[in-house]
């Protein structure tokens, strides 16, 4: 069974940094692009950053230049580096993948549980 599992999260004052990390387990055959996304009640599902299998990475506007995005195949594992955090980053993130688990390789994307951000002003 494949799983993504988060952790990292937590409570940080504003200006804080907090390193998110998801790794990936079970048998997989194939991984594209990997992500994170971050959700608040009453608001839509956000992507804050994604990576592909190549490296190049793609950032929301909104955390350009404080949020890096990196990832470790050997090691099946996404990160997410947050620094100068802001109240308005407070949310859940989650990982996303687009996986193959079949031969042939069909993707789709996995999700994690999510992990708690909350930034404190």
């Known amino acids: 069974q494949v799983q993504l599992v988060e952790s990292g999260g937590g409570l940080v004052q504003s200006g804080g940094s907090l390193r998110l990390s998801c790794i990936v387990s079970?048998?997989?055959?194939?991984?594209?692009?990997m992500g994170w996304y971050r959700q608040v009640p009453g608001k839509e599902r956000e992507l804050v950053a994604s990576i592909t299998s190549g490296g190049t990475p793609n950032y929301a506007d909104s955390v350009k230049g404080r949020f890096t995005i990196t990832r470790d195949n050997a090691k099946v594992t996404v990160y997410l580096q947050m620094n100068s955090l802001k109240p308005e980053d407070t949310a859940v993130y989650s990982c996303?993948?687009?996986?193959?688990?079949?031969?042939?390789?069909?993707?789709?994307?996995?999700w994690g549980q999510g992990t708690q951000v909350t930034v404190s002003s």
């Open positions: 079970g048998r997989i055959f194939s991984i594209n692009t």
């Open positions: 996303q993948a687009d996986m193959s688990v079949t031969i042939p390789r069909i993707f789709r994307a996995y």
